[in-house]
């Protein structure tokens, strides 16, 4: 079991940068591969970007190359999300999610994942 809470959400004006936190609880956040998914209202949850196990790959979806950008701490046992040049579409909740890294993943795809956070507001205002 793992227990995810993200943070660092808020309202911010179109083109600027939000840093999101999700912190993990236990001692094998090392194990689990991360990502992020968002969901605004009346659309289903996708996929944003994910990081592997040591950090060493990191995935993003098309609509936010370039501008996020995912990362981890395995001793904090801390994932983010770095957010920059914001647009009101990115307007959502934000989920953290994580997986026990024991069989081959895309990443991208939600029923890869087996713990998720409880979500952070993240608007941006035009």
């Known amino acids: 079991q793992v227990q995810l809470v993200e943070s660092g959400g808020g309202l911010v004006q179109a083109g600027g940068s939000l840093r999101l936190s999700c912190a993990a609880s236990?001692?094998?956040?090392?194990?689990?591969?991360m990502g992020w998914f968002r969901q605004a209202p009346g659309k289903e949850r996708e996929f944003v970007g994910a990081?592997?196990?040591?950090?060493?790959?990191?995935y993003n979806a098309d609509s936010v190359k370039g501008r996020f950008t995912i990362s981890r701490d395995n001793v904090k046992n801390t994932v983010y999300l770095q957010m920059n040049s914001l647009k009101p579409e990115d307007t959502a909740v934000y989920y953290c999610?994580?997986?026990?890294?024991?069989?081959?993943?895309?990443?991208?795809?939600?029923?890869?994942?087996?713990?998720w956070g409880r979500g952070t507001q993240v608007t941006v205002s035009s």
């Open positions: 999610a994580a997986r026990y890294s024991d069989s081959d993943l895309t990443y991208k795809a939600r029923y890869e994942y087996d713990y």
């Open positions: 236990g001692r094998t956040f090392s194990r689990y591969a």
């Open positions: 990081i592997t196990r040591s950090g060493g790959s990191t």
